[in-house]
């Protein structure tokens, strides 16, 4: 009786093998956090020792499968919840994006009002210490983006705007809470809020100003009540800014 012989299997597509290293280096390594930005193309592909071609087909498909996020004209970043599909509801479809974006705060004032309740229990002295301390360095970079009027500004305006927000998440404690809200965050900012807040980005960075200021400061106090309602007013600003 003749012995089966198995088939050779397919080689593994170079690309696959590329995206499987920053992966490695994203969740194993760890040498890139959510929120990252991964070094530039050709610098990436010396230290892997890959083609450019091989490495943009590898971002490629990491891009696809949610762990990096490509900002067009600022870069390739990691993202905010690595593996989650940056809009699995297809919200970027929707042609009313003024629409979509009170309704995203709508959304926003029920999860996050409510959140910081959890975070003045939950979250650890360091956590709090560190938020005042975040939001203190973030004054700087909102002032001098008030004074500028361009794309750039504004995008790093709501990159600092994003991680405030994240680290409100994280420290509630919460494994919902730390997925779904980033994941809000970030498909709406840089998918929508960029186009529709071009009319009015000074609103916007004068409510961050205001209410992050009120919010670090209430929950450095653990107060659960008060930081609730500074983020409800937080919000209501940005809905009442939207519709005038």
């Given amino acids: 009786m003749s012995q089966s012989t198995s088939l050779p299997q397919p080689a593994t597509p170079l690309s696959q093998q590329v995206a499987a290293q920053l992966r490695n280096l994203i969740f194993e390594e760890r040498r ?5 930005r991964i070094p530039d193309e050709r610098s990436l592909a010396r230290e892997l020792g890959v083609s450019r071609t091989s490495l943009r087909e590898a971002i490629k498909t990491l891009v696809a499968n949610g762990v990096l996020v490509i900002r067009r004209g600022v870069g390739t970043f990691v ?16 042609e009313d994006k003024r629409k979509l974006l009170l309704d995203w705060y709508q ?4 999860l996050e009002s409510e959140a910081m309740e959890m975070v003045a229990k939950n979250a650890t002295d360091e956590e709090l210490r560190n938020l005042v301390a975040l939001e203190a360095e973030q004054r700087t970079v909102v002032e001098e983006s008030l004074e500028q009027d361009s794309p750039a500004s504004f995008i790093a305006f709501m990159k600092e705007d994003q991680a405030f927000h994240s680290a409100l998440a994280q420290a509630t404690h ?3 809470m730390n997925q779904v809200l980033p994941a ?11 186009a529709e807040y071009s009319n009015f980005p000074r609103k916007m960075k004068e409510n961050a100003l205001d209410s992050h200021h009120s919010i670090a400061a209430l929950l450095s106090l653990r107060d659960g009540r008060g930081a609730n309602l500074a983020m409800r007013y937080h919000m209501l600003r940005a809905m009442e800014d939207i519709q005038h």
């Fill in 107 to 110: 959304v926003r004032l029920i």
């Fill in 184 to 194: 809000l965050h970030e498909w709406a900012y840089f998918n929508v809020a960029a």
């Fill in 32 to 36: 890139f956090q959510p929120g990252d």
């Fill in 79 to 94: 993202s905010e919840t690595p593996g989650r599909q940056p809009d699995p509801f297809g919200f970027a479809y929707t």
């Fill in 174 to 176: 919460s494994i919902v």
